[in-house]
């Protein structure tokens, strides 16, 4: 972390000097030398930092004194800049000589002067260890360069490939899997039944559960399931909610508001009373830590006669003989991968299920060894090991020798930490840091990649390149970090777009391990005010504040000892306050803190102002507020001129004030206002925006504006040249052709969502987009063409009288969702779509008034999901031989009208779940009634997940139809 610090502050040093050097008068000189000191030492620091770990302890020291000098060297300048900011009325130059002749200002720069020079000596002091470090340790920087050192030009193999082979994808749990399914479907039909999965953490419990969980014999066995995590600590009372929400959920039943006022007990009577009524069920519950929750939970999962299931995962011993006291439960001791398990893993990984290169084979088997048949470390070391040249055996030896030694100690988890650390080592300075910031998260949370990578960049943690956002910058470190399997995605947003993701528990643990080591986080959690209890700091020098939300308030007690919060920079919080304390702990940070450049306040309900102190931070560049309780911004706002990320989403808020145009550096502007969830309409409710927000040219992300008020602030959108994704609401359709205007200055717009303006009815009104290709027609073609080419997801919601007919020409398209577009039966929407030949994802709501759509032969050649719903007069759907080769995932949802399966379905052989959702009562017959002597039954026999939902006086109701037993 020292490197990117040290590489930041000398970039920030630069601009210093050279735009508000002279303010500085005879210190200019003093702030250069350490400039230059700093840069004279940062390229040994880089090398250093690759051998940190084992290293010598003065080694440690030296890298730890640079990092600390060179956060102080920025708190110094920066709370120079932020002091003199404040006399910026007539300018920040126009007013120097004038801020000069204040007593005021003399003493803060004689204030300054002395921490300059305070600064000056300890660099000097530091640089004179550099020069003795640089000799000591010579032979060791250029083993450490050799060590990282990555030939791309020597070897084909693609190793991005080899990078993306998934977790999921695990050998060797075939044999545990039906061993576990055989204990699940077998037994007293008329009794509980637990099974507990129980071994060390790493050895893919998890993994192993969630196969069991989702095989089709399970599914189709037990109509009501749920997979809930646990964790540590656990939040008795959330944990209860999310498993009354899941099982709603699975049975399309409605979750009851009243669950969020629920006590404990409370919320166990409500699980215990739906599960009561419930089919058969199947609930898992992963990474038990304590026998006191399965005694907390088993009296809320009935008996009911119907032969129900629990499944347990855990690391500890205790708790799965605990849980499993009856004749009839079972404990299951997960074991290691064998060695040829492993090495089938491994080579997997790295060679896409080749064998090893013969060069390679010894040196690969001897760091196998070591990693003793650990899931986690075999595809951790064989992530890092992917990333070295395959044609150079040196540098695999290396690595091996490494872990020689990093591998002594007591005990496998230790092991595996050092292995896991050996990746984190061999990780370039820039990535080292993104993967310690997310220690920021708690145990097992579900981490936003949004927010991640919007955070990275606010901490200057992300880098700039040629021709990419630093949005563009983070998620490429992003994916980096998932290839060398130390993140892991859990859900994308669409094609290529990571949406959530999660650290594995012992990856947690080493980033950890070494945050605290290296003062970059400092993490508390909340503890109920009426208690008495607050929080210690761990460190005198808080520079990035979490707080985590309190588990339970039953904490012991903790004295009363809070920290200096003058060198703070970054307040976040993690799940929702207790409002009291944090409204203490907030006021207190933004009262000691000039220098704070990141606040993250999100889904802070209770948060209903946005508290004035944020105004005087001059250095703010992120502020997050969403899912706050904030009803208006203040027109204080423009004095936060330093600002980038501004997030208001699901607040109250529906305008902004003039003073918004003041921000000139600002790039992410989200305002929208909360959905009511009875409103049936689809997209968002916008914010009305100043007339002149074309001003604020720097913006990249707008979501969402209200263009209700005409044409004024549609024309304002096509100076926006920098947008990359845009979100308008309240379109009217005589401003279609001037926003089409504003539309085709967009050259790097990559999301569109457009929805139009609502009549006194409630239906959408007509969307009118066809201008620009009328006005380019005359023209050359490529003009016509060039209209939104980067545009990879597109949301039309209204109207449309017409298919614009640029769609046809949207060769980067991904996704096009059209809602309430109401297409008449003459115009075919899936015409301008089907040659395009990125196209994933359709979702058609309410947009086509035809009796029948045809997938013609050889047309959409990447589709891979297809959702079909509400269209009211939809009789027929044709799958043509040829057609949809790479379809996934089909769902048919409220087609009233449509009476068979769709003809040739049987030709999408990819097809691997099939979802009916409140069909015809005929179709439904039949489906009812197939068997394997049916038409119907060998249309779809090929399709691994085959589900009907429908609306029944009792509720929604779910059925599964699996393969061949139907």
């Known amino acids: 972390m020292a490197e990117t610090v040290l590489s930041f502050v000398l970039d920030q040093l630069s601009i210093f000097l050279r735009e508000e050097g002279r303010l500085l008068g005879g210190l200019r000189q003093e702030v250069q030398l350490i400039s230059d000191e700093l840069g004279h030492m940062r390229a040994f620091v880089g090398v250093a930092e690759t051998i940190e770990e084992g290293a010598d302890p003065r080694l440690q020291e030296w ?61 000097k002091n530091i640089s004179e260890g550099h020069q003795r470090y640089q000799s000591e340790f010579g032979g060791a920087t250029q083993a450490a360069k050799s060590l990282v050192a990555v030939n791309n030009t020597t070897w084909r193999y693609s190793r991005d490939d080899a990078l993306l082979v998934e977790e999921a994808e695990l050998v060797g749990i075939d044999n545990p899997k039906q061993q576990l399914i055989s204990q699940l479907l077998e037994g007293d039909d008329s009794q509980l039944k637990v099974v507990s999965v129980v071994g060390m953490g790493g050895l893919g419990k998890t993994t192993l559960i969630k196969r069991v969980h ?36 699975e049975v399309k039943k409605p979750v009851p508001e009243s669950i969020e006022a629920m006590t404990a007990i409370q919320l166990k009577q409500c ?93 690969a088997k001897g760091i196998l060894g070591k990693c003793q048949g650990l899931p986690l470390a075999v595809l951790a ?88 956002t630093m949005k563009d910058v983070g998620f490429n470190y992003l994916r980096e970090l998932v290839n060398r399997s130390l993140i892991q995605v859990t859900e994308s947003f669409y094609e290529g777009i ?26 508390t959690n909340m503890i109920t005010i009426t208690t008495g209890q607050y929080t210690r700091w761990l460190s005198e020098k808080v520079r990035r504040l979490v707080v985590h939300s309190s588990s339970n308030n039953t904490e012991q007690h903790q004295e009363s000892q809070y920290y200096c919060f003058n060198h703070l920079r970054s307040f976040i919080t993690i799940g929702s306050m207790n409002p009291l304390i944090s409204r203490a702990l907030l006021s207190k940070a933004l009262k000691s803190s000039r220098l704070l450049k990141v606040l993250d306040l999100s889904d802070e309900e209770t948060l209903e102002e946005i508290p004035n102190e944020i105004f005087n931070l001059y250095h703010l560049r992120y502020l ?113 052709k001037e926003l089409c205007s504003s539309l085709a200055t967009l050259t790097s717009i990559q999301l569109l969502h457009i929805g139009s303006i609502r009549n006194d009815g409630g239906d959408y009104e007509v969307l009118d987009l066809n201008h620009h290709h009328q006005q380019q027609h005359s023209r050359s073609s490529s003009m016509s063409f060039s209209f939104l080419q980067s545009l990879r997801m597109l ?60 997938f013609k032969a050889g047309r959409f050649p990447k589709l891979k999901d297809l959702y079909l719903e509400k269209l009211q007069k939809l009789k027929w759907l044709k ?84 393969g061949k037993k139907m």
Not at 223 to 241: W, Y
Not at 503 to 511: G, T, Y
Not at 714 to 727: A, D, F, N, S
């Open 795 to 854: 949301t039309l919601c209204g109207r449309l009288e017409k298919m614009p007919q640029w769609i046809a020409h949207l060769q980067s398209l991904v996704r096009i969702d059209l809602n309430w577009s109401s297409l008449r039966d003459e115009e075919d929407p899936l015409e301008p779509l089907h040659h395009l030949p990125n196209l994933v994802t359709i979702q058609f709501c309410r947009s086509y008034q035809g009796e029948g759509l045809c």
């Open 271 to 363: 699980v215990k009373d739906f599960l009561q009524q419930a089919e058969r069920y199947a609930i898992v519950f992963d990474d038990v830590w304590d026998v006191e929750f399965w005694n907390a939970i088993r009296f809320a999962l009935p008996e009911n006669g119907y032969g129900n299931r629990v499944l347990l995962t855990t690391r500890k011993a205790d708790v799965a003989s605990a849980s499993c006291n009856k004749s009839q439960d079972y404990v299951f001791r997960m074991a290691p991968l064998s060695f040829e398990d492993s090495w089938t893993l491994f080579c997997n990984k790295i060679f896409k299920g080749n064998g090893c290169p013969a060069h390679l084979t010894d040196v």
């Open 381 to 468: 070391i064989s992530g890092l090991l992917a990333m070295k040249d395959l044609n150079i055996a040196e540098e695999w030896e290396m690595v091996r020798r490494s872990l020689v030694g990093e591998l002594e100690g007591s005990g496998m988890l230790d092991r595996v930490k050092k292995i896991l650390s050996l990746s984190y080592n061999d990780l370039p300075c820039h990535l080292k840091t993104c993967l310690l910031y997310l220690s920021i998260y708690p145990e097992d949370y579900e981490i936003r990649c949004q927010r991640l990578v919007q955070l990275w960049s606010a901490e200057r943690f992300v880098g700039k390149r040629e021709g990419m």
């Open 624 to 736: 997050n507020l969403y899912g706050t309780g904030v009803k208006a911004v203040p027109k204080f706002i423009g004095k936060l001129r330093n600002l980038e990320y501004l997030d208001l989403g699901e607040t109250q808020v529906k305008e902004l004030p003039m003073e918004i145009l003041k921000l000139q550096k600002l790039e992410h502007l989200m305002v929208r206002t909360k959905v009511d969830v009875s409103d049936e309409a689809y997209g968002y409710h916008g914010f009305k925006a100043p007339s002149k927000l074309g001003g604020l040219l720097a913006l990249q992300s707008l979501t969402a504006i209200d263009a209700s008020s005409g044409s004024v602030i549609v024309k304002e959108i096509g100076t926006l040249t920098q947008l990359r994704r845009l979100v308008i609401s309240n379109l009217r359709r005589e401003d279609g």
């Open 214 to 249: 989702e095989d089709l014999a399970i599914k189709r066995h037990f109509p009501v399931r749920a997979f809930v995590t646990v964790s540590q600590p656990c939040n008795f009372q959330e944990l209860l909610k999310d498993l009354t929400r899941q099982l709603h959920n």
């Open 879 to 962: 799958v043509e031989e040829g057609a949809l080769p790479s379809l996934h995932e089909l769902s048919l949802d409220t087609l009233p009208l449509l009476e068979e399966l769709p003809l040739g379905i049987q030709h999408s052989r990819n097809l691997r779940k099939l979802y009916l959702v409140e069909l015809s009562s005929q179709l439904i017959e039949k489906l009812e009634n197939l068997n394997e002597d049916t038409e119907d039954y060998r249309k779809i026999a090929h399709i691994s997940e085959v589900v009907i939902e429908l609306w029944t006086d009792e509720g929604w109701k779910r059925r599964r139809l699996w």
């Open 63 to 123: 890298i730890k004194q640079v990092r600390e000098a060179a956060c102080d060297t920025e708190d110094v300048l920066d709370e120079f800049v932020a002091r003199f900011a404040h006399h910026q009325s007539t300018g920040f130059y126009g007013s120097v000589r004038k801020i000069f002749n204040s007593i005021k200002t003399l003493r803060a720069r004689r204030k300054v002067a002395v921490q300059i020079q305070s600064i000056k000596a300890r660099v």
């Open 498 to 523: 990571p949406e959530t993701c999660r650290i594995h528990d012992l990856v947690r643990e080493v980033i950890l391990s070494k945050s605290r080591e290296q003062n970059m986080i400092t993490i």
